[in-house]
Antibody
Framework: QLQLQESGPGLVKPSETLSLTCIVS??????????WGWIRQPPGKGLELIGR???????YYNPSLESRVTISVDTSKNQFSLKLRSVTAADTAMYYC????????????WGQGTLVTVSS | QSVLTQPPSVSGAPGQRVTISCTGS?????????AHWYQQVPGTAPKLLIY???NRPSGVPDRFSGSKSGTSASLAITGLQPEDEADYYC???????????FGGGTKLTVL
């Protein structure tokens, strides 16, 4: 059974870089049938796609975040990562890692989420 | 302002049927891109409920169904149960934005 687990600091200072890792278990991250992505949800608000990456390294980023985001895949560790630079309070959110089906772009597996607060 | 428009809230009594609409445009649902639906029980991660307009992942009860017509998609829930109380989100792809878009979410209250 596929499981995704986010890890990383729960508190980040303004202007610094938010870094999260998602460990994938119960399945291979090197599958050609899926992307691996990040979705966030500010407190009390809706869902926003941050971006996704294929195991080969191809990426797609939300245009509104593209200048600050990097998503990378480490096939040797079966995990993928998110870096969001120059964060502000507006980046405070629950961050979810997800598996994205290649053709439909539906997110069929989700991590439990990790709350990241941007504050000094 | 979300690209996909959902009603903020819907409600129904146990056993009743409710529907949640997701209105898009000619650059997303109306262009033939699939609609997907997620259920988010308070305090938990979203869960895929319906994919590609009308398909249920394994384990999702057949009380949940999806449909699509023109520029809109709909989620129907029959035989409402207390545990269906949650937020529901639709998702599609938008060609003018070249990316995945979500609806703003609908809070379902079971009376």
């Amino acid at each position: 059974q596929l499981q995704l687990q986010e890890s990383g600091p729960g508190l980040v200072k303004p202007s610094e870089t938010l870094s999260l890792t998602c460990i994938v278990s119960g399945g291979s991250i090197s599958s050609s049938s899926y992307y691996w992505g990040w979705i966030r949800q500010p407190p009390g608000k809706g869902l926003e796609l941050i971006g996704r990456a294929f195991y080969s390294g191809n990426t797609y980023y939300n245009p509104s975040l593209e200048s600050r985001v990097t998503i990378s895949v480490d096939t040797s560790k079966n995990q993928f990562s998110l870096k969001l630079r120059s964060v502000t309070a507006a980046d405070t959110a629950m961050y979810y890692c997800v598996r994205v089906e290649f053709n439909s772009l539906s997110s069929d597996h989700w991590g439990q989420g990790t709350l990241v607060t941007v504050s000094s | 302002q979300s690209v996909l428009t959902q009603p903020p809230s819907v409600s129904g009594a146990p056993g009743q049927r409710v529907t949640i609409s997701c209105t898009g445009s000619s650059s997303n649902i109306g262009a033939g891109y699939a609609a997907h639906w997620y259920q988010q029980v308070p305090g938990t991660a979203p869960k895929l409920l319906i994919y590609s307009n009308n398909n249920r992942p394994s384990g999702v009860p057949d009380r949940f169904s999806g449909s699509k017509s023109g520029t809109s998609a709909s989620l129907a829930i029959t035989g409402l149960q207390p545990e269906d109380e949650a937020d529901y989100y639709c998702q599609s792809y938008d060609s003018s934005l070249s990316g995945v878009v979500f609806g703003g979410g609908t809070k379902l209250t079971v009376l």
